[in-house]
C-alpha cells in the first residue's frame, strides 16, 4: 500500500506543472486527497484539498486561483495542476489519502521554481 508522487521538477516563474499522486494497494474511490507542501524552514501546510466523492474542493488562499486539485478513480491517481507559478511555490509536496481511519501518504516531490 502506498502512494507515490511524481513530475516535480524545476520550473520558471509563470510556468505549469502537473504533481501526480499514483495509488496502489488501495481504491481512491472512497478516499479524499489532500496535497500539502513543505519549504526549508517553514511549516507544512495544507495546499488542496478534495473530499471522496471528488467534489468539496477547498484552496490554500495563496494558491486560489491558480492550483487545481482533481482525481482520476479510474487511473488510481490524484493530481494537482499548479498555473502561474511563483518562486514561493518552491517546497517539498506531498500528497495523502484519507478514509475513516485508512490513512496514507507519499513521499514527496520537490518543486523549484526559479528563473
Known amino acids: 500500500v502506498q502512494l507515490v508522487e511524481s513530475g516535480g521538477g524545476l520550473v520558471q516563474p509563470g510556468g505549469s506543472l502537473r504533481l501526480s499522486c499514483e495509488a496502489s494497494?488501495?481504491?481512491?474511490?472512497?478516499?479524499?486527497m489532500s496535497w500539502y507542501r513543505q519549504a526549508p524552514g517553514k511549516e507544512r501546510e495544507l495546499v488542496a484539498a478534495l473530499n471522496s466523492a471528488g467534489g468539496g474542493k477547498n484552496y490554500a488562499g495563496s494558491v486560489k486561483g491558480r492550483f487545481i486539485i482533481s482525481k482520476d478513480n479510474a487511473k488510481n491517481t490524484g493530481y494537482l495542476q499548479m498555473n502561474s507559478l511563483k518562486p514561493e511555490d518552491t517546497a517539498v509536496y506531498y500528497c495523502d489519502a484519507r478514509s475513516g481511519q485508512a490513512y496514507y501518504w507519499g513521499q514527496g516531490t520537490q518543486v523549484t521554481v526559479s528563473s
Open positions: 494497494g488501495f481504491s481512491i474511490s472512497r478516499y479524499a
